[in-house]
């Protein structure tokens, strides 16, 4: 949002990090004011303030153990509410006017599944008009109604990115500008690595990797809209005028461009996933089927398999995959009652576990890179239980306690330590 931008149309989403106090919601609605009277027109779409919803659903869980999920959304849409209420009463006294807006006025109108709803239409009417008039329009992010019951829903944690990326879609907005609390995307978490180095320009594809993997920066779902849409993401601090990383469709990198010559974009980490072994089954046809079967029923997702090889004695194998840890309980009870059905021998449980890959577009046509990751790894010691790829990833599953070593190795190995320090401006970066 900077002077240049002169006359367009923006969104722009600001996390809770950036709009975490009082005194963070004022930063905030001078940096919108400024963008304002530099003559664009400007959507906000925003976070609750810092740790809210995670206070919420505290207290939601101090409540009851088991909240309805229809409760749960109503209660958790209000830490939105809140930071876009604040954030347009900052604005009116710098004499700009602003108008907040739930995600149901807003228009976006989402399918019925509560905690986790998809965006299926979003009717922009009203915003639209509020722009026509000369407001600035906040939107609470993270919310909608749904189309069938006409409650209220939420899209996910971290969603008010897909928020952004669907109204800047419906709006036609010239970018989707992301505030958070560093400088863009970077090649690893800069919590972990100091000599993490900042990304200019990253695509659509490699971003998803990143984001299926691990990288919070973004959620993954609106990086998925962005592409689909074709909207320009521009991820930028909110604490500094730095330029940020663009994540687009093309990535012509510029000629002398350190980027360009760069095989690996990123290394991205994930502490979410459990490894769920189904041991000592019978190595026969239609039983992996049986297995996954199962997993599906309950509305699981899996990520990594691994199959070993059968043991000659027994004729039994072990399948070995990795679930959401938040639902490592369901796959494992749903498993266990269905033990005849499927026949295997035993279950095992592992959540001390974290998932390391490493993202680029270069490893297409660049061969060793395998050979490169892994080497690094044995050289900082570090034992590789699952691997998975896809054609721009190599993903590993090391003990939890590696994964900050993997992450640094990795880095060091694909030479991406930049010379300085990235900044981490707030936040927890959860
Ligand atoms: N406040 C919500 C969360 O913490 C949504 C968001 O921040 O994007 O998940
Ligand atoms: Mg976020």
Known sequence: MNESGRGRRIVAKFGGSSVADAASIKRVARRIVAAKQAGNEVVVVISAMGDT???????ALQVSPQPQPRELDMLLTTGERQSAALLAMAMNDLGVEALSYTGSQAGVITTAQHGNARIIDITPGRIEKSLEEGYVVIVAGFQGVSQTTKDITTLGRGASDTTAVALAAALRADVCEIYTDVDGVYTADPRIVKGA????????????????????????????????EGVTVHVRSSFSNKPGTLVTGLVDMQKGNAMEEAIISGIAHDRGEAK???AGVPDQVGVAAKIFEVIAECDVNID?????????????TDITFTVPMSDGKKAVDALNAAKDRVGFAELRYDDQIGKVSVVGVGMRTHPG??????????????????????????????????????????????????????????????
Do not use: W
């Open 53 to 59: 919803t995670d206070e919420l659903m505290d207290l």
């Open 197 to 228: 180095r900042q990304i200019p320009r990253i695509s659509y594809d490699e971003m998803l990797e990143l984001a299926a993997c691990g990288a919070k920066i973004l959620h993954l779902r609106c990086v998925e809209y962005a592409r689909r």
């Open 276 to 278: 769920v072994t189904v």
């Open 304 to 316: 990594m398999i691994v199959q070993n090889v059968s043991e000659v004695a027994t004729g039994a």
């Open 369 to 430: 890179v395998t050979a490169k990751f892994f080497g690094a790894l044995a050289a900082a010691n570090v034992n590789i239980q699952m691997i998975s790829t896809s054609e721009i990833r190599i993903s590993v599953v090391v003990d939890a306690a590696d994964v900050d070593a993997a992450v640094q190795a990795a880095h060091s190995a694909f030479e991406l330590d930049a010379d300085e320090e990235a900044v981490v401006y707030a936040g927890t970066g959860r």
